[in-house]
């Protein structure tokens, strides 16, 4: 499944069409569906053995398709309906990490019309909405003299306003019930749409170059992170580390559940640095597939 109607459409499209070829050259007979109001009878029509979810953004990552895959009774790639609606939802998930003793940044739940009248938090902050991924809709304040941020209108009513924390952004992932390694992510700016999904937008270093104890503690928490929400499969946690604070200085920003295949993407690329082709990786997530989870 591929597509979809979320803003992080065109990322689905791009990763599906990987996956799908990565499939096809390890001789996988493989359908591509372009998920739309039809997908129920579209699905019906294929009969597959497994769904690979190559979907991104709400509807697709959030629990609503795979319910809708649980009640066919279809094997499906990736999380659960409860993990992926928890993954999704950034606040509830980092009650979750906190509960599980995992550090996350101050944040708070408010009103998109709030935001937009009066800083609701000394800046530098950050505004995004709770349950998009791919850095869809995010604004950073940093002076506070410069006023609140003008949200855009396609903003959701409410919107997620978060501490910034300043230094280094760090990924892990998570495969199956091991953590692969860890990048750290150089841009020239904000790690954005652009930055994540065009050429040349960031560049990574993978392995990190960062102390034993930083990469042992994102590998440690990508884990714990992921076994808190009750995620299968692939996921991938993000972090930001304030090398002034040391090992007081990293914490967990929220963990995709469903992380993009794209041919700039993370995970794939981590993959590949401790072994494992993209291919492989594709392969490994068909025969992970199952329901009821």
Request: net charge negative; aromatic share 6%; proline share 6%.
């Amino acid at each position: 499944m591929l597509g979809g109607p979320s803003a992080e459409r065109e990322v689905s499209l791009s990763t599906g069409r990987a996956c799908a070829a990565a499939l096809r050259d390890r001789s996988f007979e493989v359908i591509e569906v372009d998920c739309g109001p039809d997908l129920c009878a579209d699905l019906g029509a294929a009969q597959p053995d497994v769904v690979l979810n190559c979907l991104h953004g709400r509807w697709g990552e959030d629990g609503c398709v795979q319910g809708l895959l649980e009640w066919m009774g279809l094997p499906y790639t990736h999380s659960g309906v409860l993990a992926s609606a928890l993954a999704m939802d950034k606040q509830r998930s980092k009650e979750v990490f906190r509960a599980a003793g995992l550090p996350v940044v101050e944040s708070l739940i408010v009103s998109a019309a709030t935001v937009r009248g009066s800083h609701v938090m000394d800046p530098p902050y950050v505004v995004k909405p709770n349950n998009e991924g791919s850095s869809v809709g995010v604004y950073l304040v940093e002076i506070e003299n410069n006023g609140p941020p003008q949200l855009d209108d396609a903003m959701p009513a409410e919107v997620m306003v978060e501490k910034f924390i300043p230094g280094r952004e760090l990924t892990t992932t998570v495969m199956g019930e091991r953590a692969l390694t860890v990048t750290d992510i150089h841009t020239t700016g904000w790690y954005d749409y652009d930055a994540k999904y065009k050429a040349g937008g960031s560049t990574h270093v993978v392995p990190a170059d960062i102390p034993h104890e930083i990469f042992e503690l994102c590998m440690d928490y990508a884990l714990r992170a992921h076994n808190a929400l009750g995620c299968r499969g692939v996921s991938r946690t993000d972090f930001r580390w304030d090398e002034s604070k040391g090992a007081a200085g990293l914490f967990l920003l929220e963990t995709n559940a469903q992380p993009g295949m794209t041919p700039t993407s993370l995970s794939p690329e981590q993959a590949q640095a401790v072994g494992i082709s993209f291919g492989e990786l594709c392969a490994w997530m068909v025969e992970d597939a199952s329901c009821n989870r």
